[in-house]
């Protein structure tokens, strides 16, 4: 799903993007104990169909929920 949405963001879709990211979100919110990381990922993820719609306040939200996610399990913030 997450590829899927992906590739909708680069297509300029950014409002079926988000809705695919809320998704992954949903998914990954049942697996969160199991891997927190791919949620934090996720969350950023989400954050940036965010930014890309303008809606700058739910991206920082989200980016922030993200970092926090990512610092208490002590993962890098950016995986390029």
């Known amino acids: 799903l997450q590829c899927?949405?992906?590739?909708?963001s680069q297509s300029g879709d950014y409002t079926t993007a988000l809705s695919f990211a809320k998704k992954v979100i949903?998914?990954?919110?049942?697996?969160?104990?199991?891997n927190p990381s791919a949620l934090a990922?996720?969350?950023?993820?989400?954050g940036?169909?965010?930014e890309n719609l303008g809606e700058y306040t739910k991206a920082i939200t989200l980016y922030e929920?993200?970092?926090?996610?990512?610092?208490q399990n002590q993962t890098p913030t950016c995986q390029y």
């Open 48 to 50: 940036f169909e965010y």
């Open 41 to 46: 990922l996720s969350l950023n993820n989400l």
């Open 26 to 34: 949903e998914i990954r919110r049942t697996l969160s104990e199991q």
């Open 4 to 8: 899927i949405g992906g590739i909708h």
């Open 65 to 71: 929920k993200a970092l926090e996610i990512f610092q």
